[in-house]
């Protein structure tokens, strides 16, 4: 009996993928002469998922993908959001469209991808630049933390803008940003715990605080553009700010 229903489950989430990718299939925007008329496409990114439809386990699919990751950053570095079009994508990636829907129903799904994407390098960053990089003092460490976290551009970072900022409300909800927050949070955790040479580790509210003032203040700095405050001269204020003031700071009890 235990078997029987485990099979029937088994069915109905095979049964409910099955319908969701035939209803992604029917959504797609059908080629006219090789090409998509742009109508199309504007109905396709109204009714189909603004997420990417799988994430690559393969060495082959992780090559597709960050293909048209590298399509979509030229794309929109010289026309726009306007420009990103999944023809678009298809003709500067060479892949095939229908490859493409394979991965992307839509452009607001490949912004959604590369979001992540984004994150995903900076946190990789982290780890391997900050927490597990050997031969560094607390204090450059630190320093390395900030500029990472704070946008600087570092080798490892993707690349990202006050444009794709502007947009991000169409592909996130809170509980991606709250994701996020933690994800960074354990980073930063580990960076410090890394820090053995530090006279006094900082409370768990003092770095709460510390990664609060990098990534809103780097996202805020994106936002307003501030004259003659660009990231790079910003996130080292910071870094010098803060190694001044954790030698200060009280530390765990």
């Known amino acids: 009996m235990r078997v029987a229903c485990k ?72 026309q726009g959001w306007a420009g990103v079009t999944t023809r678009a994508l298809a003709l500067e990636t060479g892949i095939a469209v229908g490859t493409l829907y394979d991965y992307f129903p839509n452009k607001q799904a490949v912004l959604s991808g590369y979001v992540r994407h984004c994150v995903e390098q900076l946190l990789d960053c982290l780890q391997q630049q900050v927490i597990e990089a050997p031969g560094l003092d607390w204090r450059q460490r630190v320093q390395r933390l900030v500029a990472l976290t704070c946008g600087a551009q570092q080798a490892g970072l993707a690349y990202f803008d006050h444009d794709m900022l502007m947009l991000e409300n169409q592909i996130a909800e809170t509980k991606h940003h709250s994701r996020v927050y933690q994800e960074l949070l354990q980073k930063w955790q580990a960076a410090f715990s890394a820090c053995t040479d530090m006279p006094r580790h900082p409370a768990d509210a003092t770095v709460q605080a510390l990664l609060l003032a990098a990534w809103g203040g780097r996202r805020y700095v994106l936002l307003v553009q501030p004259e003659g405050m660009g990231l790079q001269q910003w996130s080292a204020e910071m870094a010098r700010l803060w190694c001044g003031m954790l030698e200060q700071a009280p530390g765990n009890p």
């Open 7 to 78: 099979l029937c489950k088994q069915r109905r989430r095979t049964l409910t993928v099955s319908l969701s990718r035939r209803a992604v299939v029917r959504n797609r925007p059908k080629a006219v002469g090789g090409e998509i008329p742009e109508e199309e496409v504007a109905k396709t990114t109204v009714t189909t998922p603004s997420k990417p439809l799988k994430r690559p386990s393969q060495a082959r699919a992780r090559f597709t993908m960050q293909a048209i990751y590298d399509a979509f950053v030229r794309i929109w570095q010289t």
